[in-house]
């Protein structure tokens, strides 16, 4: 093990130094001087290797990227330490699932879903299969050679036959359930692990028959997340309450919990049988545990990597190895040492990856992507890399303080420039995962974070963070049975743009994004209304200088003029094909729909294209942008690459 510091520094040596298209000296009288609408390249957005799956074949460790383009499959040599060869997956944004047939390696993408043989005889890729499902979460392989995955939305498992090329729907594991999250096969069944909620489900092979497997004690649990299988033995890691069921194959009555006992451990994402043993990873901690099944005994064997998703856990050749973003750690089991290797540094590609937000302090740019974010100097171009260990979805800066709000565990950061490292703040805890937004309000002096709930989950929260003081607060649910996905604060009061989608997995039961008005200082929701007819979600909020008008844009691309004290909308204006982020500035604002930029005069309520033709390629869809500090610039992609947008701010 090595400790934390040292890894997030290892991290930032794989990160590339970008110029701009000026240099230093120049670069800000060019910004002084560009037209409305003027485009400046960056460079790359977010640089990185991220991994999803892997697998073994001989001597080589397969491994697969994901959010990269094209994904690629990295061949690393076990015996000369080495990446050796890619292997390029040209569609999808990322690797999930792969499994072995003999020498063959399957990989499997999402968003789309392709499958993909690779020939590690001959070294050739060729795509074998195409499915309509949206996500290839896992993949297993059967005895004879058959190949299965569990797939999304619905939670189906579908069936290929790499003999005779053809697939067959097996249908849903579970019907009504969104999510086949884990899968393994012998050689006359198919057993797939289901969530939002919970089922562990047997599919016989030849007659499509179904048993539930899962006890009846544990029907109340979320999520069957991961498995592993042996001739005697299932193992499962169970979400949310970090719990292995280890199930014995010919007493189904037989069964076992074994709680990981890291403190705020959540998830076991990875299970490996083995020996005797059940390895399994938990998050967000990041530690390894190995499991006795004949002692019944329990034991930590370390932390390979602070707070880091274990992907996948192998064995090969009398050791362990688990397979983390950019890295594999090796596992003695005789003695329980752990080697950390970092694969970009063994050859491993790194690439322009899908960004997932961006933020300017007004001397850089902070780009978050997966294991952290890409932080770009404006005056010198250079660019390093601040290891996280998680996804920074949102971020904000107050008073040199950059904070971050990062996936998973609705996670609050700080960092300041010339730092290493971030800070972690807190956790917002309450079943809470994903961090939608971040605001301060001056007047109660706090950091405003709303977040989405973990997956099978209800409400959302609102999080309130003190930097004087420290004190953290939860709220649950700040609008009832949805999530708040924008806020912004004046006064003392956060206005909150929702999202009808609670936990990912379960249907939404409300139809309409609420605006809403909550007393920071109270502790209570105000009001609500809907401003925006059967809008999902509320994607971004402003407020006018003035701060009579409260401005919004919607998930269908409208953009919406409030009065907060008359509690009505007073115009609306179809502006892009779909929502993302809004800044007003003086009497104008400016948003985006990821391809174009828009500037409306607010007091005419009318738009106009000031930038097309971006294609920004945004993790999961969602259009991002910046607005520097000066109000002269916006940041946003173009593509990948991180590019400057000059305004004017005025009408």
Sequence with gaps: MIPRRRFLQAAATTAVAVPLSATPATATAVRATQAEGTVTGLGPASVAAPLGNAEIVGDVLYVGSRGLSPNVVGAYDLAKDTVTTHFEIPTGIGIWAMCRVGTDVYAATHSRSDLYRIDTVAGTVSKVAEYPDHFIWTMAASPDGKVYMGTSEPGRVREYDPATGVSRDLGEASPGEAYVRSIQADATHVYAGVGANAHLIAIDRATGE?????????????WVASMSMSGTHIACGMN?????????????????????????????????????HVYFAGRPTGTLYRYSIAEDRLEVLGVPYFEAATHRILAHEGRVYGVQDSAVFVVDPATGAIEYRNLVQRGLRAAPEEPMSVHSDGERVYVGGKSGADIHDLATGKVTRLGIPGEPKTMLTVRGTTYLGVYTQAALYAHRPGES?????????????????????????????????????????????????GKVETYRPAVERQTVYSVVTRNGTAYLGTLIQEGLGLPPVTTTARLAAWDLAGRRLLWQAEPVPGARAITSLALGRAGTLLYGMAS?????????????????????AKGGDLFVTGEVAYCTDGDKIYKIDLRSFTARTIVEGLAGQWFGGEPKLALD??????????????????????P
């Design 421 to 469: 490292e971030a800070k972690l703040l807190l956790r917002a805890g309450n079943q809470q995962d994903r961090p939608r937004d971040l605001a301060y309000d001056a007047r109660t002096g706090l950091v405003v974070m709303p977040t989405q709930p973990e997956p099978g989950h209800v409400n959302g929260a609102l999080t309130l963070y003190s930097p004087r003081t």
């Design 629 to 650: 500090p000066s109000r002269r610039a916006l940041y946003g992609v173009k593509g990948r690459d991180l590019v400057r947008i000059a305004i004017s701010g005025r």
């Design 210 to 222: 179904r048993h539930e497997l899962l006890p009846p004690e544990l029907a109340d649990r979320d």
């Design 240 to 276: 949310s309450l970090a719990e292995l069921l280890v199930l014995d194959r010919a007493d189904p009555g037989g069964f076992k919990v074994v709680k990981a006992t890291a403190p705020g451990e959540k998830y076991i994402v990875s299970v490996l049988l083995h020996d005797g």
């Design 556 to 576: 269908t691309g409208e953009v919406f003029a409030f009065d907060p004290r008359r509690r009505e909308v007073t115009a609306r204006l179809q502006v892009g």
